[in-house]
């Protein structure tokens, strides 16, 4: 993380033409250097600033050839009162094909499929092969496949479907003739799967031990969470790489109606609340409306719905502690909760919630 006074002069003398005291349109708070917490997304010092584009509330600057967002607010008396950075990565959206009712359908297809290939197995050593392959391909999916978008209720059904139609494969009479060609197939698939049935989920480092984040009544469905980048696409960011995107679901499973209440994991000091952000596509920082708990140690809570910030910097908070709900603010393709915690050398550090690893597909529920 650069200085502040060197980074803070750069920043301003690019953006309003002056070092920072000498600045008329920053608010007094700020006509010092930011903070550190407002800047810790610049990794870089010494390398040009140049500016790329300039809007409303945001303006879009590189450092060495990464582009960074710089997302501002102005106070009632129009002077710039909040200034928050942050590197500027696409936001990719599942195909629209994979929420609709086709790719349902095709996802309760599969176990059907492979039912029917087991009963025309030729052999024992046929129907095994392509048995261990069956298993392997749903278990790859059970934790890899974004049920959030199929629909979390599905997944109980897709499960008993796939085993009653595993064990009817065996009842065939097995009168086909593949020759070897099956063997080879389900060898391919056993392969295919192996990544995703077998990868990480354990941390390899010390994991922070924190509280359900959710309110009382609500599981949370993990979206994204793991410790590979095929459970979660968050892994190749360095201080994202234990990140956590959490969907509230209710007992029976499926997606809350409501905005669920996010409460303290750990207790603490709040050192940054930020609201003020719509849901929704918006011209918003990343982590949209956030609280973020702790000293050395930062727990950050993000894409919050606007308005429902219910603490303030500064504030010291116990666990269960009401600090928000769960919305769509920031880079957010659907409402969730994002957690991640960042460690004092700027790492990211593990999280283990309520004693569970969140990996992708998990339940987390209240103990």
């Not at 499973?253 to 303290?264: D, I, K, Q, Y």
């Not at 949209?288 to 993000?302: D, E, W």
Request: proline content about 9%; aromatic content about 6%; hydrophobic content about 45%.
């Amino acid at each position: 993380m650069p200085p502040e006074p060197e980074f803070g002069e750069l920043l301003t003398r690019l953006l309003l033409g002056g070092p920072a005291a000498d600045c008329p349109l920053l608010a007094p708070a700020l006509r010092e250097p930011a903070a550190a917490g407002r800047i810790d997304a610049v990794t870089r010092l010494g390398e040009p600033l140049s500016l790329v584009a300039q809007g409303a509330g945001r303006v879009e600057v590189t450092v060495g050839g990464t582009r960074y967002g710089v997302f501002y607010s102005r106070n009632a008396d129009g002077l710039a009162d909040r200034v928050e950075i942050y590197p500027l990565v696409p936001v990719r959206s599942a195909p629209r094909l994979l929420r609709g009712p086709v790719f349902r359908g095709v996802l309760l297809a599969v176990p059907v499929y492979l039912a029917v290939v087991i009963a025309l197995s030729p052999s024992t050593l046929a129907r095994a092969a392509w048995t261990v392959a069956g298993l392997a391909f749903l278990r790859g999916q059970w934790t890899n496949h974004r049920w959030d978008l199929t629909g979390v209720r599905l997944r109980p059904w897709w499960a008993g479907l796939s085993a009653a139609a595993l064990a009817a494969g065996w009842l065939g009479t097995g009168t086909a003739s593949f020759g070897h060609l099956d063997l080879l197939v389900a060898a391919v698939i056993v392969a295919a799967a192996l990544p995703a049935t077998l990868a990480g989920r354990a941390p390899d480092i010390p994991p922070l031990s924190v509280a359900h984040p959710l309110g009382p009544g609500h599981g949370g469905y993990v979206l994204q969470g793991g410790a590979s980048r095929w459970l979660n696409h968050h892994h190749v960011h360095p201080q994202q790489r234990w990140a956590v995107d959490l969907l509230p679901v209710s007992g029976t499973l499926w997606r809350n109606s409501g905005r669920a209440p996010v409460v303290a994991p750990v207790s603490g000091t709040v050192v940054r609340a930020v609201d003020g952000y719509p849901d929704g596509p918006a011209v918003a920082p990343p982590y949209g409306n956030h609280v973020v708990i702790g000293g050395a140690t930062r727990l950050f809570l993000c894409h919050l719905a606007e308005g429902s910030v219910a603490v303030q910097e500064g504030q010291t908070v116990s666990a269960g502690e009401v600090v928000g709900l769960v919305g769509n603010s920031g880079r957010s393709t659907e409402p969730h909760l994002h957690l991640h915690a960042v460690g004092p050398d700027g790492a990211a550090v593990p999280l283990l919630i309520e004693g569970s690893v969140p990996w992708r597909g998990r339940l987390l529920v209240h103990r």
